[in-house]
């Protein structure tokens, strides 16, 4: 291969990894996450009582999330774990814009002790958690 044949190919594989590095970074959604709370229930689109810890006799649980300053549309994940165990895993869209809220649930089924809900972006990142327990 030539010389000038080489460096058309090495400046074509250039601007591919450019273009496609581009497109990516686009794809990610930037926010931050002000609120995630554990409670008994949800009322005009506000968390209600809010609590670290439940009874057993409680039934259901909610997660609230309120997200601000969304750069770009997004689904995230509400990741239900129950003694470091995965229970549920819950996908919601979040919309670009300033202020996101929106909350998921899971019905205890009896289960005592350690719970944890996890905020996860598509690539499984951590965003936020929150730990409560059920006695």
Same mark, same amino acid.
């Given at each position: 291969m030539s010389p000038r044949k080489a460096f058309q190919v +090495?400046? +074509?594989l250039s601007l591919s990894l450019l273009v496609a590095t581009t497109a990516f970074a686009q794809d990610e959604a930037s926010m931050s996450i002000s609120r995630l709370v554990t409670c008994t229930g @949800? *009322? $005009?689109r506000e968390p209600v009582g809010a609590a670290e810890s439940f009874s057993v006799d409680t #039934? %259901? /649980?909610y997660a609230f999330m309120e997200a601000? $300053? @969304? =750069? *770009?549309d997004v689904? +995230? =994940?509400? /990741?239900? +774990?129950h003694e470091? $165990?995965? %229970? *549920?895993? @819950? %996908?919601?869209p979040i919309r670009q814009g300033g202020r996101w809220r929106t909350y998921s =649930?899971?019905?205890l089924g009896g289960r %005592? #002790? *350690?719970w944890r809900v996890e905020i996860q972006d598509p690539s499984g990142a951590v965003l936020s958690s929150v730990g409560f327990t059920v006695n």
């Open positions: +090495l400046m +074509l @949800i *009322a $005009d #039934g %259901t /649980v601000n $300053d @969304i =750069s *770009a689904e +995230l =994940s509400f /990741v239900w +774990l470091g $165990d995965e %229970t *549920a895993r @819950i %996908t919601l =649930s899971k019905k %005592t #002790g *350690a």
